[in-house]
Antibody
């Protein structure tokens, strides 16, 4: 079945960097964009950006632009998200999700499914 | 575009009907509006795509409707496992995702 499996929890100090991985299985990896979303403790969902495994094209949210880099490794069907210059407010659960959709004569359709299990990042001195 | 969900919390009993609202700050394509369910300690999961299409494996007690700026998620008869937080999600232009702040359905 279609599955996204993320790397394990991380604890980092302020100013450090972290790289979270998201390994895809059960579908053609290069056919779907992968999005990254985070959720601070007790808060809602925040989109961080996306990457096309086919082209390497990326788009980042303004809030993390300049500190985030998303990459892919097509040999292992893995997407990576690196976040640098970590701050305490980067502490959150980070999720990857497959961006799926299509266009037909009736219109265009888009959704995020499935989601990875999440990776907890704790930034603390 | 901002998505505003209401109410913030919905207190209901098993067997009751739940009606959750998601309002967009401007008219949107219903094809880009979805609903997610998140239980404590779990990742979000897709319930409804394109405003009204149930994702694979989602029970038919979950229904979505709406157009323009107003969208609704209805749970016809709450089961114990339905008590969770529900988010609406929107795909936007330039390509990006926006989420509502969530509605908690509690017992």
């Amino acid at each position: 079945q279609v599955q996204l499996v993320q790397s394990g929890a991380e604890v980092k100090k302020p100013g450090a960097s972290v790289r979270v991985s998201c390994r895809a299985s059960g579908y053609t990896f290069t056919s779907y964009i992968v999005a990254w979303v985070r959720q601070a403790p007790g808060q809602g969902l925040e989109w961080l950006g996306w990457i096309s495994p086919k082209t390497g094209e990326t788009s980042y949210a303004q809030k993390v632009q300049g500190r985030v880099t998303m990459t892919t490794d097509t040999s292992t069907n893995t997407v990576y998200m690196e976040l640098r210059s970590l701050r305490s407010d980067d502490s959150a659960v980070y999720y990857c999700a497959r961006d799926e959709g299509y266009c037909s004569g009736a219109g265009c359709y888009r959704w995020l499914h499935p989601w990875g299990q999440g990776t907890l990042l704790t930034v603390s001195s | 575009i901002v998505l505003t969900q209401s109410p913030g919390t919905l207190s209901l009993s098993p067997g009751e009907r739940a009606t959750l609202s998601c309002r967009a700050s401007q008219s949107i394509s219903s094809g880009y509006l979805g609903w997610l369910q998140q239980k404590p300690g779990q990742a979000p999961r897709l319930l409804i795509s394109s405003a009204s299409n149930r994702a694979t494996g989602i029970p038919d007690r979950f229904g979505g409707s709406g157009s323009g700026t107003d969208f609704t998620l209805t749970i016809s008869s709450l089961e114990p496992e339905d008590f969770a937080i529900y988010y609406c999600q929107l795909y936007g232009d330039p390509p990006s995702w926006t989420f509502g702040q969530g509605t908690k359905v509690e017992i």
